[in-house]
């Protein structure tokens, strides 16, 4: 099998296509990158409502007696915190404290988790807890079965209001299951852009209707591309760009998402890490002059040409017309205010290490 054929499609492809979208790989799927562009999409999301298709990410169902403590020794966050109803951020680490994941649980009823994880990690993230799993815990990989519609933006609870008249939204890193024409839903109060919205989703078979019904109610399509400049903009982090399994979350700025008062796998590591203080951190720089937008892997020094590391992710901020990025830098020189350079094809061009998030909401 080549490359090409051991790429998958969503349930959505052909109406992407016949949309006009500019299809890509990205993590092992076809997916559309824009439609009537990056610029127009992104400020869609930012000032009225766009709608992206993650029917690519994973979902697993887990249940049984015993699945909150499993998943807790599994998890970095804490699930006892949680209500029924409600989701929270967390992420699965090596025994070395390295990221396998970031991902979002939710909490069902007791003993019973709606997980999302990323597309890329979909296999490998089953496999870890399959192997992990204990005796009389349900762990169903259901991602093929759903397609997954994030409905993002200021004007996003008229729109679902429109999408399924009669059903409330749940609160923020709420979930809610329901009825609605005639199919199986389920909505999430969650996103990854930094704007009101919901992630929503239906039956596989099922998916091009509410992709259409989420247009028809005023959702604007939007593809991976303005996906990548909002979230970057609020300092979100993906997985295998900004999170990996060489460094660890407290390293990547996410210590508020580890509760070290609990046991799980790679914690010990944490802790120590906590003690004598992490190696290097995750920050966020903005261009203070001009020069192309920084990319992934592009070299930043310091002004006399120390190396600091290199981008992780970049982009040219439609919002604050400038150049932003996130790298891993050497501990002692992630103080904001730090000034430095971005080589851009063999040109200097000056940044300064930044609060985040770029964008303040």
């Known amino acids: 099998m080549n490359a090409e054929e051991s790429i998958k499609s969503t349930p959505l492809c052909d109406k992407h296509v016949a949309l006009g979208a500019k299809m890509v790989p990205f993590a092992g799927w076809n997916m559309p990158v824009q439609y009537a562009g990056i610029l127009a999409e992104h400020n869609a999301v930012r000032t009225d409502c766009g709608v992206f298709d993650i029917s690519h990410m994973g979902q697993f169902l887990v249940s049984g007696e015993g699945a909150t403590e499993w998943l807790n020794g599994m998890f970095t966050n804490n699930l006892n915190k949680l209500a029924d109803g409600m989701g929270q951020y967390s992420m699965m680490l090596n025994e070395k404290g390295g990221v396998i994941d970031d991902l979002i649980i939710y909490q069902v009823a007791k003993d019973n988790f709606f997980v999302v994880v990323n597309a890329s990690m979909i296999d490998e993230d089953y496999a870890w807890l399959s192997a992990r799993k204990p005796e009389g815990i349900s762990l169903v990989n259901k991602s093929d079965a759903y397609v997954g519609l994030a409905v993002q933006g200021p004007n996003s609870e008229e729109v679902f209001a429109k999408m399924c008249p009669g059903v409330e939204l749940p609160v923020r890193n709420g979930i809610l299951q329901f009825q609605a024409d005639g199919d199986?839903?389920?909505?999430?109060?969650?996103?990854?852009?930094?704007?009101n919205g919901f992630e929503f989703f239906c039956p596989a078979e099922q998916g091009v209707k509410w992709f259409e019904k989420s247009m028809a109610s005023g959702a604007q399509p939007c593809g991976l591309g303005a996906r990548d400049s909002l979230r970057l903009e609020m300092c979100y982090s993906l997985n295998g760009s900004d999170l990996s399994p060489e460094k660890t979350p407290l390293e990547a700025g996410l210590s508020w998402c580890c509760d070290l008062t609990k046991d799980f796998i790679g914690a010990d590591v944490l802790r120590d890490q906590k003690a004598v203080g992490r190696p290097t951190a995750l920050v966020a720089i903005e261009y203070t002059g001009k020069g192309a937008p920084p990319r992934h892997g592009?070299?930043?020094?310091?002004?006399?040409?120390?190396?600091?590391?290199?981008?992780?992710?970049?982009?040219?901020?439609?919002?604050?017309?400038?150049?932003?990025?996130?790298?891993?830098?050497?501990?002692?020189?992630?103080?904001?205010?730090?000034?430095?350079?971005?080589?851009?094809?063999?040109?200097?061009?000056?940044?300064?290490?930044?609060?985040?998030?770029?964008?303040?909401?």
């Open 184 to 195: 199986a839903c389920i909505v999430c109060r969650t996103g990854y852009t930094g704007e």
């Open 298 to 361: 592009y070299e930043v020094q310091l002004p006399d040409g120390t190396p600091l590391g290199q981008i992780c992710s970049g982009v040219l901020s439609p919002s604050l017309g400038k150049g932003i990025a996130m790298l891993y830098v050497p501990a002692a020189h992630c103080k904001v205010g730090t000034e430095v350079n971005v080589i851009v094809r063999n040109k200097a061009v000056p940044a300064v290490i930044v609060k985040k998030p770029f964008l303040k909401k």
